[in-house]
């Protein structure tokens, strides 16, 4: 008889938090930010969680799977997977990101038509089930998740950088309830509810997020502004802070030509540019030519882009 541990429980659980008018490419962030949780309970005491992005969809096809989970030894977390993607995703299991999203409404068909349509991706309805089940499985091991993932434990600590955003005039969209501090006299709290529109806004955004949490590398989103005015931000950011590691995220929104142009000879303001132009063929040229290390998310990318960008080291 297997003594590893089944699971005994399994609660999914929406949740909600206030956000700021935070710009990106498709506009500004809900003045309420969704996630949804998983978490699962084993027949030795443990407690696994999983987090992945929030919204009805996700959460009412994780609703559908506790009978697949429950009962079931956490020692057969593929298997268990495996037969979510059968049972209720409705295809065979065939590796990351295969599953693709069935819109139920026009506002979902909507939101897929935009770059971030990633968080309605029903993978995420196993990814938050694999994070909890691996959550027990390093537990019962004793060892730390990442152990169990690809090549192991490679650090045993990461650098966090503060993320800077660009912040929209709360006042032109009062009905909609976004937050105010204004009278906090955290820097941090009340400057992340007030309009950040300039260099030197960002700059004393990212100076209350150091006062606040001690950071000391930033990465500021992009895709808002002009390429040219937000190469000018992170400039002022390097000034101010040059010790700092600093980061540009346009979201993939410039072409090849904007991004190479605009981060020639930069290299003394950006450690690297994330997502500097979407697959058009050339994203894995971008560090080359402007002589600037790239990062992609590899789920965002054709296969054959990926080989590409591993082969230039341009994957991270």
């Not at 938090?17 to 309970?41: Q, W, Y």
């Not at 691996?134 to 993932?149: E, H, M, Q, R, T």
């Not at 790239?294 to 341009?314: E, G, P, V, W």
Request: with cysteine.
């Amino acid at each position: 008889m297997s003594l590893t541990p089944i699971v005994t429980e399994m609660h999914v659980i929406p949740v909600a938090g206030h956000d700021s008018m935070l710009l990106n490419l498709c506009g500004a962030h809900e003045p309420i930010f969704t996630r949804n949780l998983v978490i699962l309970k084993d027949s030795s005491g443990h407690t696994g969680i999983g987090e992945v992005p929030g919204g009805a969809t996700i959460l009412g096809v994780l609703q559908r799977t506790p009978e697949l989970v429950i009962g079931r030894s956490i020692g057969e977390y593929n298997n268990i997977l495996m037969t979510i993607y059968d049972k209720v995703l409705g295809g065979k299991y065939k590796g990351p990101q295969a599953t693709v999203h069935k819109a139920k409404t026009e506002a979902e068909r909507k939101v897929l038509l935009q770059p971030h349509e990633i968080n309605l991706r029903a993978d995420n309805v196993i990814t938050a089930i694999e994070a909890a089940l691996l959550d027990l499985l390093g537990k019962y091991l004793g060892v730390p998740a990442c152990v169990l993932l690809g090549d192991g434990q490679q650090r045993k600590e990461v650098r966090a950088l503060g993320y800077l955003f660009y912040i929209g005039n709360r006042h032109k969209a009062e009905s909609l309830g976004y937050l105010s501090d204004e009278h906090n006299q955290d820097n941090w709290y009340r400057m992340r509810n007030e309009e950040a529109l300039t260099p030197a806004d960002i700059v004393e955004q990212a100076a209350a997020a150091k006062e606040h949490y001690g950071f000391s590398d930033f990465k500021l989103k992009g895709g808002v502004m002009k390429p040219e005015d937000e190469i000018e931000a992170v400039t002022a950011l390097k000034k101010t802070f040059p010790d700092a590691r600093i980061t540009l995220d346009p979201n993939g929104s410039w072409s090849l030509k904007t991004a190479i142009e605009v981060c020639k000879n930069k290299t003394h303001v950006l450690t690297y540019a994330e997502d500097p132009c979407g697959p058009e063929g050339g994203i894995f040229r971008a560090g080359d030519y402007g002589r600037i290390p790239t990062s992609h998310r590899a789920s965002d990318c054709h296969q054959y882009d990926c080989y590409r960008l591993a082969a230039n080291d341009s994957l991270c």
